[in-house]
């Protein structure tokens, strides 16, 4: 055991007062017979009346014998009795005499074995030639048939004695008996090392301690250990799942071979949890730095903006928070609308993320289980997704110990109707987070951990989901290029005003911008409830840029080829009407003028009529209607949707709800209601 006063050296550093200068570190003269034992240097801080020999300090640090090993750089304790011993001993010499076996770590190699000693071993093998016994993980010997005067059997328990060891490695044993002797167990002396360093130990044995933060079962159990330094994946090849009583946010230790594949990993010989004081400091440590490496990089907001400068502390929060995520391998989970606004920003934190997941993670899988991309075709977090996110989950936790994760909500998450999906995610432990532009309402801070919202410092929705979440994104991780995001964002919402600076800053017209927002919309909407990233991906210049400009202009045509057929169609069952408050109010009835389960969907295809007729009135709202819904688009009208949603709760016993923008929004109801709850909305707008 190496000497811990000295650690293996033999020696220590000591320091004493200068017997020069008796202490005071300054000299009147000295002696020119030590001219030659002193440097230059030296020689001209004794003329300056400074002591040469200690420097001006008063004392000299010289080096001893270490006392507790007496030199050899080895001692510890006896592992029976804990008598001090010297030298490279595990037994004092009263404790040599009794009975004893040694039974090896799995750390242990060949060179640490000792010829004549007795071990401890598992029998593994029955043979022709003799009887395998295990004596770790690592080691294997043969006790030869001639050896052997008793029958033996497989996972049988056995002492041996190590009688030679060959040049080509294989061990020879022989079988011993004793009755009661006392087993001592022999861990192999290696350097503990910080996860930032083990690359330079390749092949070698090596000691790691940090926090477990995630566990995956393929066909070896692979840990993912963090320090305060860095990441590693530690693999443990056994059948079923290795250490059982390892759990993520353990702290352990983890002895193991440092191999590369891919990336530098740890094929792990040993591990055991940490307690105690030992644990403490390493978890104190790893939280101190992972506090650090979260702090988000601003390097300005890519236009100018108030707003933004007023939103920037929580964008900052949201930052970190996700980087800290990433670090902490905490699954994120981001929920977005499916209109073009919507996968702008969702796409946009999903490639922030995923780039530093694939930088920093040391399992090259992560990104596919850290980050996910989900898409919401409500305008708001409803049931039908929090069940499918929050089962997965609850999967994940059971199967690998995943942690509950962060919900991102980008492009919904505002309204009073998220509450619901939002709370019941709570009840497992998840955090949520919007990214929202839609009209907010107080009631649903309560359950969110941030809330982005241009309304809340005196914005409004032109400050798109997309823009929030491309300036978000760019926090996360300002090496990724998203401002062609921003701009599809900005034209697919239709936004005005100072943030339409973003399309000038992606290089491409508005009418280019405007067919990737189609594309995105028509693909999204046949992929239905699929995110198909690599589809989205590649419709956003994140592939090839010949395929992408092929498969934009492709995809745009098929959506403008589908919405002017609808809209031809949709405009012969438009009702025309003019309120006593001069609103014009037109009807669209899309049940019986529109194709259903087609592009363009109900919205979409309410707005491109409104656009079409808008410019004839000066204030007019056009509501398109179905079964057991209607859209509501309006211009130069004062709306409040969300106000108007909650009259019409408390008004009419006709399941009412939904939301939106102020003045662009949808309600859903029962059916057999639908003539009184559409009566009542043109009533209430003739009101305005």
Not at 121 to 129: L, P, Q, R
Not at 264 to 291: H, P
Not at 444 to 455: A, E, G
Not at 517 to 531: D, I, K, N
């Amino acid at each position: 055991m190496i000497c811990k006063r000295c650690e293996g050296k033999g020696y220590i550093e000591v320091e004493e007062i200068c017997k020069v200068c008796n202490g005071t570190g300054k000299a009147k003269s000295f002696d020119p017979k030590m001219t030659s034992e002193l440097s230059k240097e030296q020689i001209e801080m004794f003329l300056k009346g400074i002591c040469g020999a200690c420097r001006g300090t008063g004392k000299i640090k010289r080096l001893v014998i270490c006392n507790e090993c007496k030199g050899t750089g080895k001692a510890g304790r006896c592992k029976i009795c804990g008598a001090k011993i010297v030298g490279d001993h595990d037994l004092c010499s009263n404790c040599k005499k009794k009975p004893h076996a040694y039974l090896l770590r799995n750390s242990c190699g060949i060179e640490d074995l000792r010829l004549n000693r007795i071990y401890v071993g598992k029998v593994s093998a029955v043979t022709d030639i003799g009887v395998f016994v295990q004596l770790n993980k690592r080691l294997r010997g043969l006790i030869h048939k001639r050896n052997l005067k008793d029958e033996l059997k497989e996972e049988e328990t056995v002492l041996v004695r190590v009688a030679s060891i060959r040049p080509s490695g294989e061990i020879d044993l022989t079988l011993e008996r004793m009755d009661d002797y006392v087993v001592i167990e022999i861990k192999k002396d290696v350097p503990i090392v910080k996860i930032s360093d083990i690359e330079g130990y390749l092949g070698k044995v090596v000691e790691v301690r940090g926090k477990v933060v995630h566990v995956k079962l393929t066909k070896a159990t692979v840990f993912t250990i963090v320090d305060e330094t860095g990441s590693v994946n530690a693999l443990a090849f056994e059948d079923e799942r290795a250490y059982p009583e390892i759990d993520v946010n353990d702290i352990v230790s983890i002895v193991g071979i440092v191999r590369k594949r891919e990336k530098v990993q740890i094929e792990v010989l040993e591990m055991e949890k940490l307690l105690g004081s030992e644990a403490y400091e390493i978890q104190r440590s790893i939280q101190r730095e992972l506090e650090r490496r979260s702090e988000p990089t601003f390097v300005g907001f890519l236009i100018e903006s108030e707003i933004l400068e007023r939103l920037k502390p929580e964008m900052m929060a949201v930052a970190k928070e996700l980087r800290k995520a990433v670090f902490e391998s905490r699954p994120i989970i981001i929920r977005h609308h499916w209109d073009a606004d919507g996968v702008c920003g969702g796409v946009a934190i999903e490639r922030a993320l995923m780039d530093l997941v694939e930088r920093f993670h040391p399992d090259p899988e992560a990104k596919y289980y850290l980050v996910r991309r989900r898409i919401s075709r409500a305008p708001f977090y409803e049931l039908e997704d929090v069940v499918k996110d929050l089962d997965e989950s609850l999967e994940d936790a059971e199967r690998y110990g995943d942690k509950i994760p962060i919900v991102v909500l980008v492009d919904n998450g505002s309204g009073i109707e998220d509450i619901p999906a939002i709370r019941q995610f709570l009840t497992f432990g998840a955090d949520v987070i919007t990214i929202d532009h839609h009209y907010p309402d107080d009631e649903v801070d309560k359950y969110l951990l941030y809330h982005i919202n241009p309304y809340k410092v005196g914005g409004d929705s032109n400050y798109t989901a997309g823009i929030l979440s491309v300036e978000i994104a760019r926090m996360i991780n300002p090496d990724v290029d998203l401002r062609l995001l921003a701009g599809v964002s900005v034209i697919g919402d239709k936004a005005e005003g100072e943030v339409e600076k973003y399309v000038e800053l992606t290089g491409l017209s508005r009418d280019e911008l405007q067919d990737i927002a189609l594309a995105l919309e028509f693909e999204g909407f046949y992929l239905r409830f699929r995110p198909s990233s690599y589809i989205i991906h590649e419709i956003l210049g994140f592939g090839r840029k010949d395929r992408q400009k092929n498969l934009v202009e492709m995809l745009s045509s098929y959506a403008k080829e589908a919405i002017e057929s609808q809209v031809r169609t949709a405009m012969e069952g438009l009702k025309v009407q003019e309120l006593p408050n001069g609103i014009v109010l037109v009807a669209l009835d899309l049940e019986n003028y529109s194709r259903r389960f087609t592009f363009p969907p109900p919205g979409k295809l309410t707005g491109e009529v409104h656009d079409r007729i808008k410019s004839r009135y000066d204030r007019i709202v056009t509501i398109g209607y179905g079964p057991d819904f209607a859209v509501i688009r309006s211009e130069g009208v004062e709306l409040d949707i969300p106000r108007l949603v909650r009259e019409l709760q408390e008004e009419v016993n006709a399941g009412v709800e939904g939301g939106g923008h102020l003045i662009v929004g949808s309600i859903k109801f029962i059916p057999a209601k639908r003539k009184e709850v559409l009566a009542r909305l043109a009533s209430k707008i003739g009101s305005i």
